[in-house]
């Protein structure tokens, strides 16, 4: 992984644009556009369209392959050069003319404002019909009539040609993902685009429909993923694959099952036939993308944790085993480790932590926990592994976050105060409502820094009422946050062990070792980060002011702790919408450092400075 | 079509190459390797291994992307350039630095060098293994072991790493096709790399199979096109699937069960696993072609005979329906017209018509015949609806060459000398028999030069012996070339009819104003051609004297007409055994300039001219 600070070339745009600092190689299309300065193109950067005109006003810039056909030689000795095919190698200074055509954008993930440049294009073609005296043939007369692309194409397109063509009478529209015609239409259809964002998650999986032509969501859908039966985690999935070979094709098969659940209501919501969806693009961990694409995952799953690619090839959207267009595209994020998967590199996307020049910590909070550190200098992620406390899967009273699960928790004067999801009976307590009930009894004096209840007469004395619901269960001392039939009968009740708050407090511990071990490798101070990014659902839950207490983020002014949401969803989104951002999702592998924790000789005395709340 | 002289560009290669002209855009590469300049290169001319050095002396030539790569910006100004990445756009002149390393070469086609440079290249790999200070993924660490070249690579590649690679304790054999991983195999495999190139005929098919390590034919075999009962020429099989919407798809089984059953013999023969075999390359013509992918040919077979595409994309064997290598890579020969494919293509890339500087013809005689006409100044095609006289099949007693056919003839004095195949009892007559026999009878005089038997009693006074032989059947007069019973009664005799002579007629005259209009249109004399090369297997028996007797070639010394084989199957090895052949291949569809005759307002005065035999 490379990434450092050190080896960045400086780029200033004129006339009014910043001055940026972008690593060698990055085209100067990518990083005017990366940096809000908009260059014309509608070509989507593939060096056809010859609109991204700039002029080289200090440095040296090679002159490229396509730049003689764009400029005269007198021009190309002027410093001209088109900016998709220029790689800065050392400082420039660019001259960028003013806009001739005004991009159309979207806002998406943390704020994000992404320029319509979707890799899907369609043109409507009125061809010249073949006659003795020009017999070019079908697939000739269209790619003639977008002589301004170069473009690859499927013999099952072809196949399609010759009776299309003449039906419609020569009136058809072009299908072009990237730099390839996946299809023909009769007639004129340019105005349905359609694209689908997964993000296959071990929990849950989401769909979002896009139109492309708008940049709008469409539909949107979310269900369990099949694999549940096998599994909570991906430790538990990858472990049902190595104990029994046919275990593999039926977690694909339940992964692309769910998929294509998806796709279908989705489809039907938004009233978009299977056929107008031309691209889609997935954001997953490592084990989900292996297991959907059947890829054994068992190396993942044991020491030294090697996935089998950290990049995958663009594919079809069957490879998926969804059913849309027939030669739709897909694409899967790259991942930066087996524990740092395409999910989080969606994230970091999504919420711009390569480019923001502040300090930020970005975590999503889950079995797996990965956290990333910096800014648009240097960036540095690692993953803790956090166990399943957060998805209240090892705590007495845990449930999932459904109807009836406490998901807030507040101790006011002699009072417990619950938030129940659906204002249902309480069943019992997801994992915000762990959280928030650990940093209430920790607030109240009940949990002593180190996560022990304390005595009984302590207590007694501390707090009389709420000392009540401090009663044991087998022995083990409990905190009820609420009974079932009469105060102090603990049957049924919803409760809080000091079992489950050890879980907690080992899941934190892990959590705060691995940012804490960031900020070290960074060489920075906790009081610099400027901003933490709670991410994916479950971080949209937590109480900042509870993660804060104990101790799960860094101690800092709460409006600096944000909820990011399902960033991993709006990664995908975003590719979707811009060929750019997919390049740059592409490109976040090799800025990004990725840093494992588990040969660590420090590890050990820093999880164990973690594990108590803070004072 | 463009490929007029005028726009190359000259290029002179130093210390002692020859000078040459190139159509503008060509690379120096290839422009050197056509010309038998060799230029040092291991990658196939793909801008990766950087070893095709050469500086310019004269002429100016853009820097490429990979150019600054390879040189110091001291050597660039030098003039230093990557030759592979070098479009010549004006006149150049060229120092070429001395080969580092002797490639090997195959002598293929009509006596054509081929430099050993076939697309598929097996690297072995001794991979180190992953530790947790190594965590790059199986992937990246084979592309990081081959890091001279930039490949893509499939899922379903990407699906076998995990096992493969530890199963083999990280010791493997990486197979590249052109810029793709497509396999990757356990140990070291790289002894064995094979591919099998298809001359798919109308009538035969013919498959080759080549060790392309060594250049060597390992296994050749050929069968009948399986699509026989569907008819003996392209319009027929055109027509039938016009007629019945389910024929084609059985006309596409039927070709592909043709190739597989071909594959199948040659594995065998040659032991060679299918898995073994990277890469096909087929010749057929336009319908052919269109039959085996399943595209619908019945533009092709209707004015203003349109093909569906005439240059195809890179497919899979699996498109041909062959079983090798599951990722083998299937080229299709680019066709110049719907009746002038890419069987002609094929066959022009062999007999080196657009790199030879004498006058040829090239003439491809059958039901469609095919000609050329150039040099490598200019080259002009087009194609002659001979009928099926030469395929003997509206020949009363016309019959396949096979055993009993009739296929060579000799009127000495008064005896009828007849060459049967198989020297078995005659049969019928083929194509080269009927060819000889019209060419002999014109000699003796028994035929006048407007193709009419002279009167009986003119007969019996010019030759009193052969006369006997002249008779008549149904009020049609034959001439019997071997009685079946008693001389004098012709049931069941092998003769040839006034009816026959006329069909021969109309079909050289066919070819005769093909080759005629093509003189013309270059604006050259008949007694400037030097070359007359008869292609396709007819071509192989045809007798030149009989050939010039009739008209059906022009008169030339004799030694002039060449007999060229199987050419079609001879381009297909080539583009097997070079990458930079397949090039040249793909780049001949823009050299050759195809002359459609059926507008021509002269064509029926010249048809009407070519019909007599030559005085």
């Given at each position: 992984?490379?990434?450092?600070?050190?080896?960045?070339?400086?780029?200033?745009?004129?006339?009014?644009?910043?001055?940026?600092?972008?690593?060698?190689?990055?085209?100067?299309?990518?990083a005017?556009s990366?940096?809000?300065?908009?260059?014309?193109?509608?070509?989507?950067?593939?060096?056809?369209?010859k609109?991204?005109?700039?002029?080289?006003?200090e440095?040296?810039?090679?002159?490229?392959?396509?730049?003689?056909?764009?400029?005269?030689?007198?021009?190309?000795?002027?410093?001209?050069?088109?900016?998709?095919?220029?790689?800065a190698?050392?400082?420039?200074?660019?001259?960028?003319?003013?806009?001739?055509t005004?991009?159309?954008?979207?806002?998406?993930?943390?704020?994000?404002?992404?320029?319509?440049?979707?890799?899907?294009?369609?043109?409507?073609?009125?061809?010249?019909?073949?006659?003795?005296?020009?017999?070019?043939?079908?697939?000739?007369?269209?790619?003639?009539?977008?002589?301004?692309?170069e473009?690859?194409?499927?013999?099952?397109?072809?196949?399609?040609?010759?009776?299309?063509?003449?039906?419609?009478?020569?009136?058809?529209?072009?299908?072009?993902?990237?730099?390839?015609?996946i299809?023909v239409?009769?007639?004129?259809?340019?105005?349905?685009?359609?694209g689908i964002?997964?993000?296959?998650?071990?929990?849950t999986?989401?769909?979002t429909?896009?139109?492309?032509?708008?940049?709008?969501?469409?539909a949107?859908?979310?269900?369990?993923?099949?694999?549940?039966?096998?599994?909570?985690?991906?430790?538990?999935?990858?472990?049902a694959?190595?104990m029994?070979?046919?275990?593999?094709?039926?977690?694909?098969?339940l992964?692309?099952?769910?998929?294509?659940d998806?796709v279908?209501?989705?489809?039907?919501?938004?009233?978009?036939?299977?056929?107008?969806?031309?691209?889609?693009?997935?954001?997953?961990?490592?084990?989900?993308?292996?297991?959907l694409?059947?890829?054994?995952?068992?190396?993942?799953g044991?020491?030294?944790?090697?996935?089998?690619?950290?990049?995958?090839?663009?594919?079809r959207?069957?490879?998926?085993?969804?059913?849309?267009?027939?030669?739709a595209?897909?694409?899967?994020?790259?991942?930066?480790?087996?524990?740092?998967?395409?999910?989080?590199?969606?994230?970091?996307?999504a919420?711009?932590?390569?480019?923001?020049?502040?300090?930020?910590?970005?975590?999503?909070?889950?079995t797996?926990?990965?956290?990333?550190?910096?800014?648009?200098?240097?960036l540095?992620t690692?993953?803790?592994?956090?166990?399943?406390?957060?998805?209240a899967?090892?705590?007495?009273?845990?449930?999932?976050?459904?109807?009836?699960?406490?998901?807030?928790?507040?101790?006011?004067?002699?009072?417990?105060?619950?938030?129940?999801?659906?204002?249902?009976?309480?069943?019992?307590?997801?994992?915000?409502?762990?959280?928030?009930?650990?940093?209430?009894?920790?607030?109240?004096?009940?949990?002593?820094?180190?996560?022990?209840?304390?005595?009984?007469?302590?207590?007694?004395?501390?707090?009389?009422v709420?000392?009540?619901?401090?009663?044991?269960?087998?022995?083990?001392?409990i905190?009820?946050?609420?009974?079932?039939?009469?105060?102090g009968?603990?049957?049924?009740?919803?409760y809080?062990?000091q079992?489950?708050?050890?879980?907690?407090?080992?899941?934190?511990?892990?959590?705060?070792?691995?940012?804490?071990?960031?900020?070290e490798?960074?060489?920075?101070?906790v009081?610099?980060?400027?901003?933490?990014?709670?991410?994916?659902?479950?971080?949209?839950?937590?109480?900042?002011?509870?993660?804060?207490?104990?101790?799960?983020?860094?101690?800092?002014?709460?409006?600096?702790?944000?909820?990011?949401?399902?960033v991993?969803?709006?990664?995908?989104?975003?590719?979707?919408?811009?060929?750019?951002e997919?390049?740059?999702a592409a490109?976040?592998?090799?800025?990004?450092?990725?840093?494992?924790?588990s040969?660590?000789?420090?590890f050990?005395?820093?999880?164990?400075?973690?594990?108590?709340?803070p004072?």
């Amino acid at each position: 992984m490379t990434g450092e600070g050190v080896g960045r070339v400086r780029l200033r745009f004129l006339p009014d644009g910043p001055e940026v600092r972008v690593p060698p190689g990055v085209s100067l299309f990518d990083a005017a556009s990366w940096n809000g300065v908009a260059i014309d193109s509608t070509c989507g950067g593939y060096g056809t369209c010859k609109k991204c005109k700039v002029r080289i006003v200090e440095g040296e810039l090679p002159v490229s392959a396509v730049d003689p056909r764009a400029f005269t030689p007198d021009e190309l000795r002027d410093g001209w050069r088109l900016a998709c095919r220029a790689q800065a190698s050392c400082d420039l200074v660019i001259d960028v003319p003013p806009l001739q055509t005004r991009p159309k954008a979207a806002t998406v993930g943390v704020g994000r404002q992404v320029i319509l440049r979707p890799s899907v294009q369609k043109r409507y073609l009125e061809l010249s019909e073949p006659t003795l005296q020009d017999q070019a043939s079908d697939l000739e007369r269209i790619f003639a009539a977008m002589d301004d692309l170069e473009l690859r194409v499927g013999v099952d397109v072809v196949r399609t040609l010759p009776q299309l063509v003449r039906a419609s009478d020569w009136k058809v529209t072009a299908v072009v993902v990237d730099d390839e015609l996946i299809g023909v239409e009769a007639g004129d259809t340019t105005g349905r685009i359609f694209g689908i964002a997964f993000d296959l998650g071990t929990t849950t999986v989401v769909a979002t429909l896009l139109d492309l032509s708008t940049g709008t969501p469409v539909a949107v859908r979310s269900i369990l993923n099949r694999q549940q039966p096998y599994g909570a985690d991906v430790i538990r999935r990858i472990s049902a694959t190595m104990m029994d070979p046919t275990v593999l094709p039926k977690l694909q098969e339940l992964a692309q099952g769910t998929l294509a659940d998806l796709v279908g209501e989705v489809l039907e919501h938004g009233e978009v036939a299977p056929e107008e969806v031309y691209e889609v693009a997935l954001a997953g961990n490592a084990t989900m993308t292996q297991l959907l694409l059947g890829v054994d995952p068992e190396p993942v799953g044991v020491a030294p944790f090697i996935m089998a690619a950290s990049s995958y090839p663009l594919m079809r959207a069957s490879d998926f085993g969804v059913t849309v267009h027939p030669r739709a595209h897909a694409h899967v994020f790259p991942a930066l480790g087996a524990y740092v998967g395409g999910d989080i590199v969606s994230g970091l996307l999504a919420s711009g932590m390569t480019r923001d020049k502040r300090l930020r910590l970005f975590i999503d909070v889950g079995t797996n926990c990965e956290i990333a550190l910096g800014n648009a200098e240097r960036l540095l992620t690692t993953a803790a592994p956090a166990g399943p406390a957060f998805e209240a899967a090892q705590i007495r009273c845990g449930m999932r976050a459904a109807d009836g699960a406490v998901e807030t928790v507040r101790i006011k004067d002699d009072e417990v105060e619950l938030g129940v999801i659906g204002d249902a009976t309480p069943l019992g307590i997801c994992g915000s409502g762990l959280v928030d009930a650990v940093s209430e009894l920790v607030k109240s004096g009940l949990l002593d820094h180190s996560g022990r209840f304390i005595p009984d007469e302590a207590a007694a004395e501390l707090h009389p009422v709420l000392a009540e619901r401090l009663v044991a269960i087998e022995g083990e001392r409990i905190f009820v946050l609420a009974w079932a039939g009469e105060p102090g009968d603990p049957e049924g009740a919803v409760y809080l062990s000091q079992r489950d708050v050890r879980e907690l407090q080992f899941a934190k511990a892990s959590i705060a070792t691995g940012w804490a071990l960031l900020v070290e490798e960074l060489g920075v101070k906790v009081a610099d980060i400027q901003q933490v990014l709670l991410a994916g659902s479950f971080g949209s839950y937590l109480s900042p002011a509870s993660a804060v207490r104990i101790g799960l983020v860094p101690k800092l002014a709460l409006p600096r702790i944000v909820a990011a949401g399902n960033v991993a969803g709006e990664g995908a989104k975003m590719i979707l919408l811009s060929a750019q951002e997919r390049a740059a999702a592409a490109a976040l592998v090799h800025e990004v450092e990725y840093v494992e924790l588990s040969d660590r000789p420090d590890f050990n005395d820093l999880f164990i400075d973690q594990l108590a709340f803070p004072a």
